[in-house]
């Protein structure tokens, strides 16, 4: 199941508490303060980890508590420090503060982490007041009570191109011919239920990350079809594909403009991005489609075939030329399917 949103609650550890108590030897009757100072609490910390491709462990546990610090003791002995607890999480996982909204953090690479539940500090102990005017202090102060709260995470995938497309327009095919994601692929719509990943290889050593979303129909932004769910999964990519079936020519102008009305009523910045249009099935083309309509914006059209690859090595050509214009490759969760 690819689950790719989560509300969890997270507490973290209290501070232990610091304690009175005094030195005692044999022939000393009262000897000096000697009650240690409490542990630290321990934090509840969300890390990446970039094996993990959906939030599903999250949906199963909903609790995080990491362990509280241990009181201090005699003997000035301080209190252990409590274990902090962590969530891992796949690249790409945006961290809330539930009730605000507020963003935590970002989370892209591997390494990322961020603290969302800071434990409290530890109390300290008498042995911490002793002055040239107090030498035997009575007091001792109680550890912090710990943070404790609701975040809401959300996965939005990194991937350098992004397909869309109607139903059945050959994305899942055209993943699977240039990668090793056996994405499911069949003649009736809605064949893929949640995104893959597949890392495409290219030139000399090159790959990058092309991310295969179910399909649009008109009205998914009213919620027809997956509705524009999956969309979100797109926002990250540096590059668009618009997969257009032109086994019927008349209708490539209009695939494009429910395609593009679809993503504008998501988010407008979705047709700012950088895109080209690839019409697809060349192989089963009965006459060559009218592009003009296709290239009034400034799109490139790329004809393939992903099932006799025709096409595919002028796509790939094309495709690195434009990720080159922009940033490098984002980091990315491992090869086919995500869960
Ligand atoms: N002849 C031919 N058939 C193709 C080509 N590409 C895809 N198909 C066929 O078109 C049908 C749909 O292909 P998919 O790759 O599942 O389409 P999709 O866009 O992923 O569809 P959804 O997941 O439902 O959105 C399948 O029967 C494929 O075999 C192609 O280049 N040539
Ligand atoms: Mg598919």
Redesign the pocket.
């Known amino acids: 199941m690819f689950i790719d949103s989560a509300t969890i609650h997270v507490q973290a550890g209290a501070g232990g508490h610091g304690i009175v108590a005094f030195r005692r030897e044999r022939f000393l009757p009262k000897g000096g303060p000697a009650g240690g100072d409490g542990g630290a609490g321990g934090d509840v910390i969300v890390a990446v980890d970039p094996q993990l491709g959906t939030l599903r462990d999250l949906h199963y546990k909903r609790h995080y508590k990491a362990r509280r610090g241990g009181h201090g003791s005699g003997s000035n002995k301080h209190g252990a420090n409590g274990e902090s607890a962590t969530i891992r999480v796949p690249p790409g996982t945006m961290v809330k503060d539930h009730a605000t909204g507020e963003l935590l953090a970002d989370l892209v690479s591997d390494g990322d982490r961020v603290i969302v539940a800071r434990g409290g500090t530890g109390g300290f102990g008498n042995a911490h007041f002793k002055s040239a005017r107090n030498r035997s202090p009575q007091d001792a102060t109680d550890g912090q009570p710990a943070e404790e709260r609701q975040i809401s995470l959300q996965l939005k995938l990194l991937a350098d191109v992004g397909?869309v497309?109607?139903?059945?327009?050959?994305?899942?095919?055209?993943l699977?011919a240039l990668s090793a994601a056996r994405?499911?692929?069949?003649?009736?719509?809605?064949?893929?239920l949640e995104p893959h990943l597949g890392i495409v290889k290219y030139g000399n050593y090159k790959s990058l990350v092309m991310a295969?979303i179910?399909?649009l129909i008109a009205g998914a932004s009213q919620g027809k079809g997956l509705g524009l769910q999956f969309l979100q999964h797109i926002e990250r990519t540096r590059l668009l594909l618009y997969?257009i079936?032109a086994v019927d020519p008349e209708t490539v102008a209009e695939q494009l403009q429910t395609l593009q009305g679809e993503l504008a009523d998501y988010s407008p910045f979705l047709l700012d991005r950088e895109a080209l249009v690839v019409l697809?099935?060349?192989?089963?083309w009965l006459e060559e489609p009218n592009i003009t309509a296709l290239t009034e914006n400034g799109h490139r059209v790329v004809f393939?075939?992903?099932?006799?690859g025709e096409g595919l090595d002028e796509l790939l050509a094309i495709v690195a030329a434009a990720l080159a214009d922009t940033e490098a490759a984002l980091p990315t969760p491992a090869d086919g399917e995500l869960g």
């Not at 697809?280 to 089963?284: E, G, L, N, P, Q």
């Open positions: 397909l497309g109607l139903p059945n327009a050959g994305k899942s095919t055209l699977a994405p499911k692929i069949a003649d009736y719509p809605f064949t893929t295969d179910p399909g997969l079936d697809t099935k060349r192989d089963i393939i075939s992903a099932v006799t």
